[in-house]
Antibody
Framework: QVQLQESGPGLVKPSQTLSLTCTVS??????????WSWIRQPAGKGLEWIGR???????NYNPSLKSRVTISVDTSKNQFSLKLSSVTAADTAVYYC??????????????WGQGTLVTVSS | EIVLTQSPGTLSLSPGERATLSCRAS???????LAWYQQKPGQAPRLLIY???SRATGIPDRFSGSGSGTDFTLTISRLEPEDFAVYYC??????????FGPGTKVDIK
């Protein structure tokens, strides 16, 4: 069973770049079986999909965040990463990494990390 | 952009009662791309239903999904104590990716 674990700084200053990494275990990120996504949730609010990456490095981003987001993959470490630039307090949220199967005719997130809280504050 | 609306915002019910949650899309959504999740405080969302009506692995059969086009429903036939949580619907579109509804909170009456 695939397991995901987010890691990275819990506090980022305004205007700086938020950087998080998701480590995948129980399966190879290179298998080509999954898309790997980042999703966030401000406290007490709903879920917002940030973007996803495939093993090949191909990415898709939420149009509302596209100008500030970069998602990359490191197959040697079985990890994928998120960079969000020019952050403001509005980017304070719990950030989740999640997987969605490629082969299925459906689109959903089946495995999730536990989430990591990132606070943007000076 | 497809917007998902969930109703009611909060549903107050007692254990053993039936819960009916609605998810309405601003445009037609492929049933294959409609999913439901359960989220408890401090936890990540858990996949319940995919393809509008298929239960995910390990999900009890008291959870069922239905609907098509713009109107989808999640039904919990008999609420168990562990079912009190927030429920989100999610859709996928090729142009804008994934979007989630605002959620319905099912709390104990």
């Amino acid at each position: 069973q695939v397991q995901l674990q987010e890691s990275g700084p819990g506090l980022v200053k305004p205007s700086q770049t938020l950087s998080l990494t998701c480590t995948v275990s129980g399966g190879s990120i290179s298998s080509g079986s999954y898309y790997w996504s980042w999703i966030r949730q401000p406290a007490g609010k709903g879920l917002e999909w940030i973007g996803r990456i495939y093993t090949s490095g191909s990415t898709n981003y939420n149009p509302s965040l596209k100008s500030r987001v970069t998602i990359s993959v490191d197959t040697s470490k079985n990890q994928f990463s998120l960079k969000l630039s020019s952050v403001t307090a509005a980017d304070t949220a719990v950030y989740y990494c999640a997987s969605s199967p490629v082969a299925a005719a459906f689109r959903y997130f089946d495995y999730w990390g536990q989430g990591t809280l990132v606070t943007v504050s000076s | 952009e497809i917007v998902l609306t969930q109703s009611p915002g909060t549903l107050s019910l007692s254990p053993g009662e039936r819960a009916t949650l609605s998810c309405r899309a601003s445009q037609s959504v492929s049933s294959s791309y409609l999913a439901w999740y359960q989220q408890k405080p401090g936890q990540a969302p858990r996949l319940l239903i995919y393809g509008a009506s298929s239960r995910a692995t390990g999900i009890p059969d008291r959870f069922s999904g239905s609907g098509s086009g713009t109107d989808f429903t999640l039904t919990i036939s008999r609420l168990e104590p562990e079912d009190f949580a927030v429920y989100y619907c999610q859709q996928y579109g090729s142009s804008r990716g994934f979007t989630f509804g605002p959620g319905t909170k099912v709390d104990i009456k």
